[in-house]
């Protein structure tokens, strides 16, 4: 089951984030944002990130925690931490629900529901405009991108207008904004130095 950790800082001064990396404290601006409200079109991968890494088991546990928690008002799926768009932290997390929504757009009965809602509209235009600004040239990443849709696709009879309605209108993210590009080098070294070391290629990449 994916953790869920209640963050309530200041918005405007130093608190403490759990991130996919770790914690780390930083002077930090956020907002909590349902799925329906991310515009996944302004999310940019940026050179010094790692490659997509989730798996068949991490997509699974998603959508099992995403079906357990359903019946909850509200369930928090982590936490993104954005600089200008560009995702500093939560990429797996970001790129698996592009996958995940991607292609529960082509359930018919998720299309008429789309059609009636504005809000949905936007949702289906930016997770477009993601997939046609992201484009992985590492072979591990297409891998899992390809290994991830057969399995979402095999567990579409789970995936219809009731996981749809739950996935967008309860599933959350708290969205931190770091203030400039140096901050969020600053961050992504913070938290990437407790854990596996950066190797000297995503260093050179970072500069």
């Not at 928690?69 to 797996?92: A, E, K």
């Not at 993601?130 to 095999?154: C, M, P, V």
């Amino acid at each position: 089951m994916m953790e869920q950790r209640e963050q309530k800082p200041n918005p405007f001064g130093l608190c403490r984030v759990a991130t996919e990396e770790g914690e780390a404290k930083h002077d930090l601006e956020y907002d909590i944002l349902r799925i329906k409200e991310l515009d996944f079109s302004h999310f940019e991968i940026p050179g010094y990130q790692r490659t997509y890494k989730w798996g068949r088991k991490n997509v699974n546990q998603l959508i099992n925690d995403i079906i357990e928690f359903r019946n909850d008002s509200t369930y928090r799926l982590g936490t993104i931490v954005l600089n200008n768009g560009d995702i500093v932290d939560g990429q797996q997390r970001v790129v698996t629900l592009a996958l995940l929504l991607s292609q529960m757009f082509r359930n018919p009965d998720i299309k008429l529901e789309i059609n009636g809602h504005l809000e949905y509209q936007k949702l289906y235009a930016s997770v477009i405009g993601f997939w046609e600004r992201t484009k992985y040239k590492s072979a591990i990443a297409i891998d899992n991108i390809n290994h991830n849709l057969d399995l979402i696709k095999s567990r579409e009879s789970e995936l219809g207008l009731d996981f749809f309605h739950t996935l967008v209108e309860k599933c959350e993210f708290v969205v931190v904004r770091l203030k400039s590009q140096s901050e969020a080098f600053q961050f992504f070294d913070a938290q990437n130095s407790r854990g596996k070391d950066l190797s000297p290629h995503d260093l050179l990449k970072a500069y």
